[in-house]
């Protein structure tokens, strides 16, 4: 009625509509309930996290998201207002193989077994590379991940996917991290298995540990941190340039590092680990 009121007459839409012509003004002149009042402002919340997280995050992540932020709202209402909004994920993926395990390097043995039980920071660490494709180009990303805190501790970036690259992202995990107790880093891939890189290790007394060709499972928490990084940032644009890329990229893996040291200090523990 309210929407055609420019057109019929209020009396005759009551009395096609059955409604009295009083009972329409008092609901139009009627203010909004509180309930309706927090929902309007919970979408406004909604959408903005929604923005914030590039599309990317579902219900109980977005949720996780509000909440750290100090949004009081259950994941029912959020997964509610999500469909209110027609507020949706994307996702899209690009594949490159950037682990070469078919070498003659020697290999370390596999210590980790796909246990990921820890008690302690820098007890394990495990690495990896992934890949970024730009226009002018492919990147490639090594980086190296706490199983306690599940936080990136270090990482590198360049235009090739060298031994050396692997050494800055173990270079910068030593100097933020300083661990001072027996330590294990998983990783599979020759670069790993370079005597320069092992060298390394032995100096800063940490013990290598490596899967053997075709099992990914043992670096699964690695993978699970690039699908998140693929899905919330790199998939969601098309870099021109790569230190475009480079730039986003840096901006993401330290906003994780800042979420994750909020969770130490208030724990906050049931947002989702990467």
Same mark, same amino acid.
């Given at each position: 009625?309210? /929407?055609?009121?420019?057109?019929?007459?209020? &009396?005759?839409?009551?009395?096609? !509509?059955?409604?009295? *012509?009083?009972?329409?003004?008092?609901?139009?002149?009627?203010?909004?309930?509180?309930? *309706?009042?927090?929902?309007?402002?919970?979408?406004?919340?909604?959408? /903005?996290?929604?923005?914030? $997280?590039?599309?990317?995050?579902?219900?109980?992540?977005?949720? /996780?998201?509000?909440?750290?932020?100090?949004?009081?709202?259950?994941?029912?209402?959020?997964?509610?207002?999500?469909?209110?909004?027609?507020?949706?994920?994307?996702? %899209? %993926?690009?594949?490159?193989?950037?682990?070469?395990?078919?070498?003659?390097?020697?290999? =370390?043995?596999?210590?980790?077994?796909?246990? !990921?039980? +820890?008690?302690?920071?820098? &007890?394990?660490? #495990?690495?990896?590379? $992934?890949?970024?494709? $730009?226009? @002018?180009?492919?990147?490639?990303?090594?980086?190296?991940?706490?199983?306690?805190?599940?936080?990136?501790?270090?990482? =590198?970036?360049? @235009?090739?996917? $060298?031994?050396?690259?692997?050494? *800055?992202?173990?270079?910068?995990?030593?100097?933020?991290?300083?661990?001072?107790?027996?330590?294990?880093?998983?990783?599979?891939?020759?670069?790993?298995? *370079?005597?320069?890189?092992? %060298?390394?290790?032995?100096? =800063?007394?940490? #013990?290598?540990?490596?899967?053997?060709?075709?099992?990914?499972?043992?670096?699964?928490?690695?993978?699970? !941190?690039?699908?998140?990084?693929?899905?919330?940032?790199?998939?969601?644009?098309?870099?021109?340039?790569?230190?475009?890329?480079?730039?986003?990229? +840096? @901006?993401?893996?330290?906003?994780?590092?800042? +979420?994750?040291?909020?969770? &130490? +200090?208030?724990?906050?523990?049931?947002?989702?680990?990467?």
């Amino acid at each position: 009625m309210k /929407a055609h009121q420019y057109i019929y007459p209020i &009396q005759i839409m009551s009395q096609v !509509f059955c409604v009295s *012509a009083s009972g329409y003004y008092a609901w139009r002149n009627r203010k909004p309930s509180i309930r *309706a009042q927090r929902d309007a402002l919970l979408e406004v919340h909604v959408k /903005a996290a929604h923005e914030a $997280t590039r599309h990317t995050y579902g219900d109980e992540r977005l949720h /996780a998201e509000l909440e750290a932020n100090g949004t009081l709202i259950s994941a029912y209402k959020v997964r509610v207002l999500r469909r209110r909004l027609g507020l949706f994920c994307k996702q %899209k %993926k690009r594949y490159k193989c950037t682990t070469n395990s078919n070498h003659n390097k020697a290999v =370390a043995s596999n210590l980790l077994a796909q246990d !990921f039980s +820890v008690s302690r920071p820098n &007890q394990v660490w #495990v690495s990896d590379i $992934t890949y970024i494709w $730009t226009n @002018e180009g492919w990147l490639y990303l090594a980086g190296i991940k706490d199983l306690y805190s599940c936080e990136i501790v270090g990482y =590198a970036i360049g @235009e090739r996917m $060298t031994v050396a690259l692997c050494v *800055a992202a173990l270079q910068m995990a030593l100097l933020r991290r300083k661990p001072k107790t027996k330590l294990i880093l998983h990783s599979r891939g020759s670069q790993y298995c *370079a005597k320069e890189y092992q %060298k390394r290790l032995k100096q =800063a007394g940490i #013990v290598a540990s490596m899967s053997r060709r075709g099992n990914c499972y043992d670096n699964a928490p690695m993978e699970s !941190f690039w699908g998140s990084l693929k899905n919330e940032l790199i998939h969601q644009k098309s870099y021109v340039t790569k230190q475009t890329a480079i730039n986003e990229i +840096v @901006e993401y893996i330290e906003y994780s590092i800042i +979420v994750r040291a909020d969770i &130490q +200090v208030w724990g906050i523990s049931h947002l989702p680990r990467r």
